[in-house]
């Protein structure tokens, strides 16, 4: 988290400096996506009129995080979030609901200080595949006109276009809010339009991005709660013992699930590996051997952090070594079936009863395809066949199962590999940032 305002330490005011430590807990975090403080929801919803206006106004907050309580009071109801469905925002959630304060907190019990959840969520499933500003609204604001328009959530609350967008936002203080007169080509008001950012010494922003683009912006990340109790940051070392807590898939041969449940301490709870679907049969032999180079390189070379093409990216954690070699037999099995068409199984026709001829209609016959080669001890990545239910044979034509809607997408095809970009960086896991402060002069 970066936070740009003044800071207080040993009797002295320090101004434009960066607040990295701070921390935040599965509640915490819930708070700030269920619009449950002040600044962030209808006024009218009586039950949460006790809430604070801020985070910074939460005793949860300033107890786990004394400093700020030196500070000016940091306007930050809400956190800056992509806009769109996205597994990492179920990751986070599963995040959250692992923890029982936090799931008990988002189901309507309050926390120790009375503090409720805005009650829009309350009622909602959980987990979510995106981060929903549910409760809509609008108040009166006036334009440059001197006149009132409406003013509602989306307007106070925007979402940004995606993770990368959010980090570069709030790297610059802006939380893109929509307070600025909006008009048409003949000057009639039509609405808002994006502000200014926050100004220089007075901001705070928090956001919902991933690691590598942190990096790359110089925003400091928050020490987020695990199951242990720990408050952890991401690093190569905390990433690289949150894979150490994952489990196998049961549904995707060869995937890792994030394991929200473990205690290991040393684990940073949002790690995730990132993975790539292909199907060879649907590609050339020469695009297997450029895919195979390409998983082959990524494995070995390509885990060398660096800014320099080629390397890893900073923010991305190198894969372990049994990560690395399942990468290069998913190669090797890509190169070794591209372009190369499975038989289907063959079909048999019926004899008609009493002479003359077939009928043409396909009757169940057993399937003459050959045996899948002993592959060793190489992972099976095929998903397999569905086993057929209801009454009678199924008409023995070939398999096929067309990909269903969201989310899983083209884990659902053959082969699923584990793209060896590294570990929990961009798009890897949502990190929470916060920036807030005083531009250096000349500098920013």
Wanted: proline share 9%; with cysteine; glycine share 8%.
């Amino acid at each position: 988290m970066a936070v740009r305002l003044r800071r207080h330490r040993r009797g002295t005011v320090t101004r434009g400096r960066r607040l990295a430590d701070l921390k935040l807990t599965p509640r915490l975090v819930a708070k700030l996506l269920t619009q449950s403080y002040l600044s962030g929801a209808d006024l009218n919803r009586t039950t949460i009129r006790g809430n604070p206006q801020t985070i910074s106004s939460d005793p949860e907050f300033i107890q786990l995080n004394p400093d700020f309580a030196k500070q000016l009071n940091l306007p930050i109801g809400d956190m800056l979030v992509p806009l769109g469905q996205t597994d990492l925002a179920t990751r986070l959630w599963q995040w959250i609901l692992a923890d029982s304060e936090a799931k008990a907190f988002l189901t309507g019990s309050p926390d120790p200080w009375g503090m409720k959840v805005n009650p829009v969520y309350a009622s909602q499933s959980w987990p979510q595949d995106n981060f929903p500003k549910s409760d809509l609204y609008c108040i009166a604001l006036r334009a440059d006109d001197q006149k009132d328009h409406d003013w509602c959530t989306l307007d106070m609350h925007p979402y940004a276009n995606n993770m990368h967008d959010t980090a570069r936002y709030a790297a610059r203080g802006d939380t893109l809010v929509r307070n600025a007169t909006s008009r048409d080509a003949v000057g009639a008001v039509i609405g808002w339009k994006k502000g200014a950012p926050q100004a220089p010494g007075k901001r705070a922003v928090l956001a919902v991005t991933d690691v590598a683009t942190a990096d790359r912006y110089g925003l400091p990340m928050a020490q987020l709660r695990n199951k242990a109790g720990a408050f952890v940051a991401p690093s190569t070392a905390s990433l690289v013992a949150g894979v150490t807590t994952m489990t196998q898939s049961k549904t995707v041969p060869n995937v890792l699930e994030p394991n929200p449940a473990s205690t290991n301490a040393a684990a940073y709870p949002l790690t995730t590996v990132v993975y790539a679907g292909t199907v060879p049969a649907a590609i050339t032999a020469e695009a297997g051997a450029d895919y195979a180079d390409l998983l082959r390189y990524a494995a070995a070379d390509g885990q060398t952090p660096g800014v320099h093409p080629g390397t890893l990216p900073y923010g991305y954690a190198p894969m372990p070594e049994a990560l690395r070699a399942l990468t290069v037999r998913a190669a090797t099995q890509i190169q070794e079936n591209a372009g190369k068409v499975p038989t289907p199984a063959a079909v048999a026709t019926t004899t008609p009863v009493g002479g003359g001829s077939a009928t043409g209609v396909p009757a169940p016959a057993k399937s003459t395809a050959a045996a899948a080669p002993d592959t060793g001890d190489k992972p099976s990545l095929a998903v397999p066949a569905a086993t057929p239910t209801g009454h009678g044979s199924p008409v023995p034509v070939a398999q096929t199962n067309p990909t269903p809607g969201h989310p899983v997408g083209n884990l659902r095809y053959a082969l699923i590999v584990a793209l060896a970009v590294g570990l929990a960086a961009a798009l890897a896991g949502p990190i929470f940032l916060l920036r807030a402060g005083r531009a250096r002069r000349g500098g920013r």
